[in-house]
């Protein structure tokens, strides 16, 4: 019995062993065909250069779209770099739910795509994109399915040492002309890698911007992903546009730190209104309004009596927002319908005049009466017929407001012979219905 037992386990440790070591030869050969296409892409990229230049005019050269195997290979490595610092890679329903929370995109598991193209000029645009961000003309990342991470494009030696890591493949860039002349007979000449490699000016310095591309891709993946809120303060200190537009352009409001950072650096700015807006709502790929409740929820927090921090000034803000929506003549600025305008308008009045009757504050904004000024007969209407889009109290404070409305219409100059008159001679005047 002892014998057959021995037997058995040394066959299950044989097989076992056998096993582990096909495991490895797989890996090791995945390896080895990851490593090959890494050479060649990055031949290819070390021969174009870093960048091009016309000679006589001294201006880069757009640069050209990529190919799809340079962007495996980016992907390839950014999800080795993710690995080697800890990322934990999300299962597939998780990581597809986070997509749609964060930037409003429904992946399809059923779709053939690997890649899924997240373009921060306009979040509705699907059409994929291989061209390199420039800022300018094209500027998104890349979703990858399966994976569970994203990416922005990267050219190898922007995320690799590869003098260090690829030395023979380096060696591309000693023979590589540096001056051209096209078909077109123009003289360019190309940036190599290796001379931005320490350049002086920090711009410029491959070095550095290569350590920055790794740390904000570990930095995003781990705070979206993985809920790391140490990468947080990275983020905000050094990768502010994505940070940015996470609220602004995607709508992601579920994280209250970054709201709150993103609600106390930006303030109605009458060169560009719009701004100021996108942290109170948002129009989705599908033609609808979104609110951001938690917007208004942050801004409870934010704004408290006595304060004299630069939160004091928010219903001052606010009130600017309501009069530039109040005063706007075309509604197609804003690519909104006359209905999502006032129900905007509604909600920014509704939030401010609270503090209207909170004694701590007893603001004197009148913004309930500002409201009533703009809104036209049918722009009531759409108010009623939406029972003021519940809002609690709502319709009281609309009611008690009649007073500040006059007081807001009331645009004439004023002095000691030419003043609005006091509250009880008004009521008198306009008794309530």
Not at 108 to 132: A, G, H, M, T, V
Not at 289 to 301: E, I, R, S
Not at 402 to 431: A, F, K, M
Request: hydrophobic share 35%; with cysteine.
């Amino acid at each position: 019995m002892i014998k057959h037992f021995n037997l058995f386990l040394f066959l299950t440790l044989q097989l076992s062993c056998q096993e582990v070591k096909h495991n490895e030869i797989t890996e090791q050969k995945k390896q080895d065909s990851i490593n090959s296409m890494i050479n060649i892409v990055l031949e290819k990229q070390l021969r174009n250069g870093a960048n091009q230049y016309f000679n006589e005019a001294g201006v880069e050269i757009i640069k050209k779209p990529f190919e799809k195997g340079e962007l495996d290979v980016t992907i390839q490595i950014v999800k080795s770099i993710l690995k080697s610092n800890g990322y934990k890679v999300l299962i597939n329903n998780e990581f597809n739910k986070k997509i749609q929370i964060i930037f409003g995109r429904i992946i399809n598991p059923n779709s053939e795509n690997k890649y899924l193209y997240i373009n921060y000029f306009n979040k509705c645009d699907k059409e994929f994109n291989y061209s390199p961000n420039n800022g300018i003309d094209y500027l998104g990342t890349y979703i990858i399915k399966n994976e569970n991470f994203i990416t922005d494009f990267y050219y190898v030696p922007e995320i690799i040492n590869y003098q260090k890591e690829f030395p023979e493949i380096a060696k591309v860039e000693e023979n590589t002309p540096i001056k051209y002349v096209d078909k077109d007979n123009n003289d360019y000449s190309i940036e190599l890698w290796k001379d931005l490699e320490n350049n002086n000016e920090p711009e410029y310095n491959l070095s550095d911007k290569r350590k920055k591309n790794i740390r904000s891709i570990v930095a995003r993946n781990m705070y979206l992903f993985n809920d790391n809120k140490a990468q947080y303060k990275w983020l905000i200190l050094n990768d502010q546009y994505f940070m940015e537009s996470l609220v602004k352009t995607f709508g992601y409001t579920e994280d209250s730190d970054l709201l709150k950072w993103i609600i106390e650096r930006t303030k109605f700015d009458k060169n560009n209104p719009q701004d100021y807006g996108k942290l109170f709502w948002i129009k989705q790929c599908d033609g609808t309004l979104k609110l951001h409740a938690n917007t208004f929820k942050v801004l409870q927090t934010l704004y408290q009596p006595n304060d004299n921090s630069e939160n004091r000034f928010i219903l001052d803000n606010i009130q600017a927002y309501l009069e530039y929506l109040g005063n706007l003549e075309d509604i197609k600025t804003e690519n909104i319908s006359e209905a999502d305008k006032v129900k905007i308008m509604a909600n920014l009045t509704y939030f401010a005049e609270q503090y209207k009757y909170n004694k701590n504050f007893n603001s004197n904004s009148k913004m309930m009466g500002r409201l009533r000024f703009f809104l036209n007969d049918e722009d009531i209407e759409i108010l009623k017929k939406n029972n003021y889009f519940n809002l609690p109290k709502f319709k009281e404070w609309w009611d008690n407001a009649d007073y500040d409305e006059y007081i807001v219409d009331y645009n004439q100059v004023w002095g000691r012979d030419n003043e609005p008159i006091d509250y009880n001679e008004w009521r008198n005047q306009h008794p309530k219905k």
